[in-house]
């Protein structure tokens, strides 16, 4: 797996990307699928302190459902 950061509005090989001029990140797996996608960043610099951030978690990070208690699974 891998992070890419990239300026949105750019083509790539395998998609046209919407304009917009924000910065954001996906984490990409070895086959090229996309497995997760940032929020848009203003500057470069932000939307990698976010890749960081999430580079620097681990498995003991906890993952808290915010699901109401009576929602189906």
Not at 3 to 27: K, M, P
Not at 55 to 67: D, F, K, Y
Request: glycine residues 8%; charged residues 25%; contains cysteine.
């Amino acid at each position: 797996m891998q992070f890419e950061i990239h300026l949105e509005g750019v083509t790539r090989l395998t998609s046209l990307r919407n304009a917009g001029g924000d910065w954001r990140w996906e984490l990409v797996d070895d086959d090229g699928i996309v497995q997760a996608s940032g929020a848009g960043y203003r500057s470069k610099a932000d939307c990698r302190r976010a890749v960081e951030a999430l580079r620097a978690t681990n498995l003991e990070t906890p993952v808290i459902n915010r699901a109401p208690l009576d929602a189906q699974p």
